[in-house]
């Protein structure tokens, strides 16, 4: 008895398998200013959250990730004071 493959015309049987790759699209803010005004967010929350991401980070805890988080929080919250925005309604 015979064995037969079966591949597809054309293919190449030496290369794997690779399945399309996606552009990496840029890092976008995980907050912006229009949501934190629109969720009626105070600064002085959002700049408890960014001391505990820091906090965190401190530890080893994805630390990148939360320094970006935490650097985000807070210019958000500089913004928001300058907006006049200082607690919530």
Do not use: H
Request: proline share 6%.
């Amino acid at each position: 008895m015979t064995k037969r493959r079966l591949t597809l015309s054309g293919a190449n049987n030496n290369a794997p398998y690779r399945a399309t790759s996606r552009p990496q699209l840029p890092a976008a803010p995980l907050l912006t200013i229009d949501r934190a005004i629109a969720d009626e967010l105070c600064p002085t929350s959002l700049r408890q959250v960014a001391d505990a991401n820091l906090r965190s980070a401190r530890k080893g805890e994805s630390s990148a990730r939360l320094l970006r988080q935490a650097d985000n929080l807070l210019k958000i919250a500089d913004k928001l004071e300058l907006l006049g925005y200082r607690r919530a309604a």
